[in-house]
C-alpha cells in the first residue's frame, strides 16, 4: 500500500500561481509512476501530469503544457506540481496518485491504484 497526502491548494486570480505538494508514504518502492489528476463538477477526472516514481519521464495533458510542471523530491518522497499562468478553466480538486500496475507513462487515471484525498484549487477570473 503506498499512502499519498495532498497539500498547498486555495484561492488564485487569473494569471496567478500556485504550488501543490503530495507526500507518500507506505511501500513506495512498489510505485512505479505517480500522476496528478482534477475533476470539476459534473465533469470526469482527467489526467494532468505523470511521471516516474524514480524521476525522469514526465508527460504533460495538453492544457497544461507550458504552464504546469510535475518534479519530486527524491530525498523525501514528494512530488510536487507548479502551476502558472491560471486560468479559470483550472478550478478543481486535484488529485495525486500513484501506481504499480503500468510501465508506461498514462493519464488515464483507471490505471492508477493508490490515490490522495484531493484538494481544492480555485481559480477567480
Known amino acids: 500500500q503506498v499512502q499519498l497526502v495532498e497539500s498547498g491548494g486555495g484561492s488564485v486570480q487569473a494569471g496567478g500561481s500556485l504550488r501543490l505538494s503530495c507526500g507518500a508514504s507506505?511501500?513506495?518502492?512498489?510505485?512505479?509512476?505517480m500522476g496528478w489528476f482534477r475533476q470539476a463538477p459534473e465533469k470526469e477526472r482527467e489526467g494532468v501530469a505523470v511521471?516516474?516514481?524514480?524521476?525522469?519521464?514526465?508527460y504533460y495533458a495538453d492544457s497544461v503544457k507550458g504552464r504546469f510542471a510535475v518534479s519530486r523530491d527524491t530525498s523525501k518522497d514528494m512530488f510536487y506540481l507548479e502551476m502558472n499562468d491560471l486560468k479559470p478553466e483550472d478550478t478543481a480538486m486535484y488529485y495525486c496518485?500513484?501506481?504499480?500496475?503500468?510501465?508506461?507513462?498514462?493519464?488515464?487515471?483507471?490505471?492508477?491504484?493508490?490515490w490522495g484525498q484531493g484538494i481544492q484549487v480555485t481559480v477567480s477570473s
Open positions: 511521471m516516474s516514481f524514480r524521476g525522469g519521464t514526465k
Open positions: 507506505g511501500s513506495t518502492v512498489t510505485a512505479n509512476y
Open positions: 496518485a500513484a501506481t504499480s500496475r503500468i510501465r508506461t507513462a498514462t493519464l488515464e487515471p483507471r490505471w492508477y491504484n493508490y
